[in-house]
């Protein structure tokens, strides 16, 4: 449960519809409960204003009530009124953005991809409604509401008189990106998102001057910016992938947006363990499981990546009990999780459990040479393999190369070879850094320590072929006549 706030707030109001609601319902507080899976009393609070609902509740109420969207509309309006306008950051750098910008017009690069109808859609909720189930501006319509935001002088007037259609496409064109571009490979999508955020800043700073809080406008900035950040990563551009997550943290923060700290957050983590330096690693890991402790989802993110800290770090004791927690912590989701963080549930969940998990037990082989714990990576990354979709082109490239590089800790450098040689042409072109890394340690990993084996011979000669020196780091040799450096 969400915690308390003070007597006067905003949810007083969401209180009183929820009773009356209730009430036209025929329903006692108990029954209600029942029905949404909380205590009456939890109910009771709700209803006298003293508690924010926590997140799935809402759309939760207003189906069992059949209040058609009206309890989640005042739930935005609780967290955009006036009472919580005093949360919002004075400093004067929040409506700003990374400089530079990328040419182009305002064409969206969503042609082949499905539009969604409804949110949430590829996880992503409505910014102003959360999980009610808002409908989508029809998908021609959409590039028109679009491109009025990201015009050269955007009339912010009439994109507030419209506010809940723009955002709404938004959204929509957002989970089109992370559909086509970060899953399927199938388009860039850089151009635009960038435009289009520089865009929603901007009209968040007007509504801003005005007395309003600009809950909707961060709130989708926030999201923006993590695609950015992660699109920038795809191209190698590690400084402005991470100018973006801290533009993204900020925004976030200043509408207390849990969830998208949690990621930004993770995703800052993944950068920041590239440099094989477990404090930092740790630090931001942990910073993880603070931001809630009580939403399972977020303490799952959390230990996965302090099982990498500490892998990194060569504790094989607190890596392996960090993989414990989060297996314990993943098979306690539940429906509010699903909703929050639906990539982390179900299928595609086991999916990034062992692909994260065997990543930590390759990160520790590698670090301490054990043989047996390379063996349990192989295993998890070979699970985690089979159960992705072929069109998830970059994440079964990286898997595969986790894959080889397990299968090299394990002392098995025919299989490695096997495994790396059909996808090397591909990944020695990638720009992708979390492809380039894993490519980079199986290289440092075979050159160093099979040099005679003649599968690796031929390996080496093929990366020679195809110009790699150094996957990562750019080195002037290869990688078997330069310091050892621990795969990621």
Known sequence: ??????????????????????????????????????????????????????????????????????????????????????RLPAETGLFTTPPGAEPGGGAAEWDGLPWPAALPAEGLVCPLHGSAGCVTPDRAAAPELLARLAAGEPRFDELTAMEPEVLHALTGFLACVIRGALQLTSLDGTATTERLLRGVIRWADAVNTTGRTPHGQLRIAAQYAQVAGRLRMRRGQSSI????????????????????????????????????????????????????SRRRWISTLSHLYQARGYALRQDAAECRRHIAAARRAFDRLGRDDDLEAPWLTGAEGEMRLDS?????????????????????????????????????????????????????????????????????????????????????????????????????TGYRDQLADLGVRSAVRGLPEFASRAPHVRTR
Do not use: N
């Open 356 to 456: 994260a998990i065997g990543g930590a037990l390759r990160d520790l082989a590698a670090a301490t040479g054990d043989r047996t714990t390379a063996r349990r990576a192989v295993e998890a990354v070979a699970r985690s393999r089979a159960r992705l979709s072929p069109l998830m082109r970059d994440t079964h490239l990286l898997l595969t190369l986790r894959l080889a590089d397990g299968w090299a800790c394990a002392g098995d450098p025919e299989a490695a070879v096997a495994l790396a040689a059909p996808v090397l042409d591909v990944a020695a072109g990638t720009d992708e850094l979390l492809v380039r890394a894993e490519l980079d340690g199986l290289h440092t990993r075979l050159s160093r320590d099979w040099t005679g084996v003649p599968e690796v």
């Open 1 to 86: 449960m969400s915690s308390s706030v003070p007597s006067g707030a905003p949810w007083e109001d969401f209180g009183r519809a929820l009773k009356s609601w209730r009430r036209r319902s025929g329903l006692t507080q108990r029954q209600l409960g029942q029905i949404v899976g909380y205590h009456h009393s939890q109910i009771s609070r709700l209803e006298a204003g003293l508690r924010e609902p926590p997140p799935g509740l809402v759309h939760r109420l207003d189906t069992a009530l059949g209040a058609g969207g009206a309890l989640a509309t005042l739930a935005a309006a609780a967290h955009d009124s006036p009472h919580d306008r005093r």
């Open 241 to 292: 992938g991470m100018a973006w997550f801290g533009h993204g943290l900020r925004w976030a923060d200043a509408v207390h947006d849990i969830p998208a700290r949690a990621t930004l957050l993770s995703d800052i983590c993944a950068l920041v363990r590239l440099d094989d330096d477990p404090g930092p690693t740790l630090g931001y890991a942990e910073a993880i499981g603070a931001v809630d």
